[in-house]
């Protein structure tokens, strides 16, 4: 028992989910326990979204330093609005839309590895000029209409029982699945491999590229089954809706105690760290805080986490 | 065929030249479309901002040699023209302490990389929440003014040259020889390309670190200086761009992400192919919707010619 905790303690995800549950408590306490369901509730919708593009940018992270999909937030606003275009406020035509979306963020992923492989161009920078690419697509695309989603998407993604949003109790049994790929397939030991030392994994006949260009579709595919998700839960697609999933599925991902130099993946800690983001944010709202000091208070509260967390230690 | 013949020699001069030779076809490219653009004022206007950005994308050099990455230069450059804006107009000693303390800044967050061997990555878009944050509570809506002498010295007219270009080539001078050609450079940029030879020579890396860190605050807080010497007014998300512009500058200008290899004069160049880059599309009349997209294309363009230049001499 105290073995099993102390291998708890040690784990680095454990950490999120601490933060987290204080931050609740000292909301709750605050507000003398008025809307503590209802907080919880709004935590693990809002949370779903940063987790599903949390855990492809947590793909890609691990496949090694200097690895990292900077497309996510404009694949998302593409994604979402040619979901919601197809389906044309029809119920009929969800599947299609859904389709169309996956076809959508497979070109995207494709399209990243390409120039990451061929014209040998870094990550940050390939997926970054894709981004370019993507939101001006989205942007022709759209032309700025605001598209209702199909009703039976929208009663879909806001719907929950007893306060569990339905779209959470999916994201949690996708969040069971992936932690058994990464921990115990051959896909998932592959890529810690590759992100650990890749030219010992093509020495022990890992087929490295085959798996980075996976990895990548399936950072783009994440994004747009957020971008579905997303344009159905907040009403229509919007030419933003991505942005701030820029630095939100880089940051959950570290803070939920991935490595950042890759090669060692944690799935449980996108959900603390997912859960400790959005409960900061309504923390300092009902605090009464202004924008600013918000902005000022959640930059300082990562770096604190992830100082007290502790870096790597240089020991490879 | 024709890159596979080129001995190494002239294949490293080739990439070397390269972003040079990309901003004279843009340059060529933009008259070609709108020969008036050719003129002391036409420069002047179209490279405007090139010295902002080109001040950022050097920002931006400095912590890339060391092999970190900051994704909060934006955000701090519209911190610090904020408070050029509020404060060097009228409490220019406040100003200043307020500019320092910004430097200071930066080098404590280099000091905390290095110290807890952080990810720079997380460190700096934390920073970057910071800098808004702040920025938001000094000044809520645009506002506040340039100081004289900066408005000034951001519109000296000097005969038959336009003004961006000789500032751009002083700029990068100056960090040229700083940087690639003094002893104390070569051990900078030893931080990046091998930080255990480094140290085994005895160099402390935190204080290489805490030095090029230091460099960085000192060219963000230029940048902001000479930003609000052109538009006379501060907003804190009026450099947002910055973040993206001074990453892609460092790379178009050959660049490497990993080991120290940097080029102060490719790194002005290629800031300023970017800063023009808007001003062609405008000339082309790609539909706005396009013009992100545009951008975008350029920058694989360049970055594919490079592959092919050096194909065959990276491994």
Known sequence: MTAALRRLGQAPWIWSFVGAAAVWLATIAFTRGQGAGEIVTA???????????????????????????????????????????????????????ILAAFAAGAVVGSLNYALIRFLRIPPIIATLSMSFLVQSSAIAYNRGLRIKPPSLLDAFTTGDTWGVPWIAVLTILFSVAVGIVVGRSYYGRAISAIGQNARAAWLANVPVER???????????????????????????????????????????????????????????????????????????????????RLVATGLIIIAVIAIAGGERQSR | MAAQALPRLDRELLRRALP????????????????LAMSQFGLTLMLQYAVPIALATLAQMFVIAVN??????????????????????????????????????????????????????????????????????????????????????????????????????????????????SSYGVVLRGTGGNPKAVARAGWSLLKTKMVMFGLAGTFGVLSGLSLIGLTSAADAHIADRYTLYSIAGVILGGGEFIGGRVSPVGAVLGAIT???????????????????????AILIIVLALRAVITRGSAR
């Open chain 2, 274 to 296: 970017l800063a023009l880059a808007g001003s062609f599309l405008i000339f082309l009349r790609i539909s706005p919707d396009w013009q992100i997209g545009a951008q975008g």
């Open chain 1, 43 to 97: 935590a693990l919708s809002f949370a779903c979204f940063t987790v599903i593009v949390g855990t492809g940018q947590m793909l890609v992270i691990t496949t090694g330093p200097g690895n990292v999909d900077l497309s996510i937030p404009a694949t998302i606003t593409l994604c979402g609005t040619v979901a919601m275009k197809v389906m044309n406020e029809q119920d009929s035509l969800i599947a299609l839309g």
């Open chain 2, 20 to 35: 040079a030779v990309t901003l004279a076809v843009l340059l060529i490219a933009i008259f070609v479309k709108q020969p």
């Open chain 2, 68 to 181: 970190d990455l900051d994704l909060s230069i934006g955000s701090f450059v519209g911190l610090t023209t904020c408070i050029a804006g509020l404060y060097l107009p009228t409490m220019p000693l406040v100003g200043i302490l307020l500019l320092l303390l910004c430097i200071a800044a930066y080098v404590a967050m280099g000091a905390l990389i290095q110290l807890r061997n952080l990810p720079s990555i997380v460190v700096t878009l934390g920073m970057s929440f910071v800098w808004g944050g702040l920025a938001v509570l000094l000044l809520p809506t645009p506002g506040g003014k340039a100081a004289v002498w900066l408005h000034d010295l951001m519109n000296v007219k000097i005969p038959g040259v336009p003004f961006p270009i000789v500032a751009a080539i002083v700029i990068a001078a100056v960090v040229q020889i700083g940087l690639m050609h």
């Open chain 1, 211 to 293: 798996f980075r260009y996976l990895t990548y579709v399936a950072s783009a595919m994440l994004a747009a089954i957020c971008g579905i998700l997303l344009a159905g839960f907040s009403g229509g697609p919007a030419l933003d809706m991505g942005s701030e999933y820029l630095l939100g599925s880089i940051a959950v991902v570290v803070i939920g105690g991935t490595s950042v130099a890759g090669g060692r993946a944690s799935v449980p800690g996108i959900w603390g760290a997912a859960l400790f983001m959005f409960l900061l944010v309504t923390m300092l709202n009902t605090f009464g805080a202004s924008a600013g000091i």
